[in-house]
């Protein structure tokens, strides 16, 4: 209760009371109420400042006078709002402007506003704040600053992302195009338009992909194809699966195609123009065949000339034995070496015939192998025996070591014993005299290993190269004078080898002779 007491002249005093608790009451609310309200402004990251009908600062929140860098000082005694204006110019925080009188005199208009104002601040550091100036009932104002910096910054660079996104898509050799879930071009490239030959401003429309696809359906040599466009699309969007192919333009270019589920259910279209590489292509596929048809053609030439020839080199040599054995009347000395050197030519002519057949038959995969269980070193003994001969002419020591024990091994022994007396053969034929000759065999790293060495002249790179395909010359092998072989003996062993599952390898330095490694299953 508010209680009055009243004096009356000469009369006494006169009381009377107010019951003032529902207004009491109204008010704590209202304060509360306002505390409330503050503090919530408080913990809010928009700035906020309240003036009043003259224009004073009545509220500043904590935000605000971060935002603006506003001392405490300068916050009492009521700051009006053109003082405060200069404040926060003094620390920096408002825009730059040529007239700021008239832009302070200007942002003062927002008190007699009849609605809000919303203004866009540019500080110097950089910083955007979002201004709204609330003009309130009792011819106040509310002023809320939002800072916006990141949501511009954010704005700007996906501005660029795209921008360069566009730019990456312009100048790709791909033509590419989006289409979203429910089946509409949502991006393409400008390759996209130039391939199909439509209009930018129809793309600008985000047609369907049927209607998109009937109309550039005629760009195809056969139109139907379209269709395996429609199927490539409609997986990638719907099925989410990635689908692949080809298709032929009607001016003959060749593109492939495949369409790539995207993870917000869109689906990317992609073409590249591969007309040059399939040109290159069927040029090449074309070449291989001829290459494949002549080789056939040598092969099967090689192998009929090889037979024409052992019908006449058996005639020769059977007349030559006659005549040696003297049916046609006795020969003088002279003519038993002319009859011997018919018969050693025939019988060297004959084992080149025989090599180029098998040569022949091995490179053609046709040649028959007979494997079985073969004693290594039992063959490898048999091998240097035959070439003996050949070893003590020429006064070079062949050597044998089959200690190692290279076991046995599935082999056709009589073909695997011409490769290694191939390889022993053009071993003994490129070493000088006095020379020395080594022929081992063992087990390595669990194969057999069979190792042909010589000290002879050796070969460079180029000669090693060329070694193993039969060019080999004899001038090639260090520069010395020494006998000239087939030019078959190597490549044939080779082949013989990689026939029965193994592997050849020569190793040679000039002047530091020869190394034939051969490694079987």
């Known amino acids: 209760m508010e209680v009055v007491d009243l004096p009356i002249k000469g009369r006494g005093i006169a009381g009377y009371a107010i019951d003032v608790h529902d207004l009491i009451q109204a008010r704590q609310a209202t304060e509360r109420f306002r505390d409330a309200q503050r503090d919530m402004l408080d913990n809010l990251s928009a700035g906020v400042a309240q003036f009043d009908a003259q224009r004073r600062l009545i509220f500043v929140n904590q935000p605000f006078v971060r935002m603006f860098q506003l001392k405490p000082q300068w916050l009492q005694d009521g700051l009006e709002f053109e003082r405060l204006i200069d404040r926060m110019r003094e620390a920096g925080r408002v825009p730059q402007v040529r007239d700021f009188p008239a832009w302070r005199d200007e942002k003062r208009e927002w008190f007699q506003s009849a609605a809000p104002v919303e ?137 492939d195609f495949v369409g790539i589920p995207l993870p917000d259910s869109s689906a990317l279209f992609t073409m590249i123009d591969v007309s040059d590489a399939k040109r290159m292509e069927d040029a090449l596929r074309e070449r291989n065949e001829a290459l494949v048809e002549a080789d056939a053609i040598k092969t099967k030439f090689l ?103 290279p076991g046995m091994a599935e082999v056709d022994r009589q073909r695997f014993a011409q490769a290694i007396t191939a390889v022993v053969d053009n071993a003994l034929r490129y070493t000088q005299e006095g020379g020395r000759v080594l022929l081992l065999g063992d087990r390595f790293r669990n194969k057999l290993r069979i190792v042909v060495s010589d000290n002879g002249p050796g070969l460079d790179a180029r000669a090693q190269a060329r070694a193993l395909d039969g060019v080999l010359q004899a001038d090639e092998a260090g520069g010395k004078p020494v006998t000239k072989r087939s030019g078959l003996g190597l490549p044939l062993a080779k082949n013989l080898i990689e026939a029965h599952g193994g592997r050849m390898e020569l190793v040679s330095e000039p002047g530091a002779g020869t190394i034939v490694t051969i490694l079987m299953p």
């Open 119 to 255: 203004d866009s601040w540019l500080i110097a550091d950089g910083t955007h704040l979002r201004a709204i100036a609330q003009p309130t009932p009792d011819n106040g104002l509310l002023l809320i600053f939002e800072d916006r910096t990141e949501q511009v910054q954010l704005a700007s660079a996906r501005d660029t992302l795209l921008r360069v996104r566009t730019a990456t898509f312009n100048n790709l050799y791909e033509a590419l195009a989006v289409f979203t879930s429910d089946g509409r071009l949502h991006l393409w490239n400008t390759r996209f338009g130039a391939v199909w030959e439509v209009d930018e401003a129809e793309l600008a429309k985000h047609p369907r992909a049927d209607e998109l696809l009937k109309a550039i359906a005629p760009q195809l040599k056969r139109p139907a194809q379209i269709s395996a466009l429609r199927e490539v699309i409609r997986s990638a969007t719907l099925d989410r699966t990635q689908r692949a192919g080809q298709l032929v333009m009607k001016d003959g270019r060749v593109f």
């Open 303 to 405: 192998a009929n000339m090889s037979y024409e020839f052992r019908t006449p080199l058996t005639s020769i040599g059977g007349f030559a034995e006659l005549l040696a054995s003297g049916v046609a009347g006795p020969l003088s000395e002279q003519g038993q070496d002319y009859a011997k050197a018919i018969i050693d030519s025939v019988e060297r002519l004959s084992a080149q015939i025989n090599m180029v057949l098998d040569l022949s038959q091995s490179q053609a995969g046709t040649l028959p192998l007979k494997r079985e269980p073969t004693d290594m070193a039992a063959l490898l003994v048999d091998v240097a025996k035959g070439m003996a001969g050949l070893a003590g002419g020429r006064n070079i020591a062949l050597e044998v070591d089959v200690n190692g024990g």
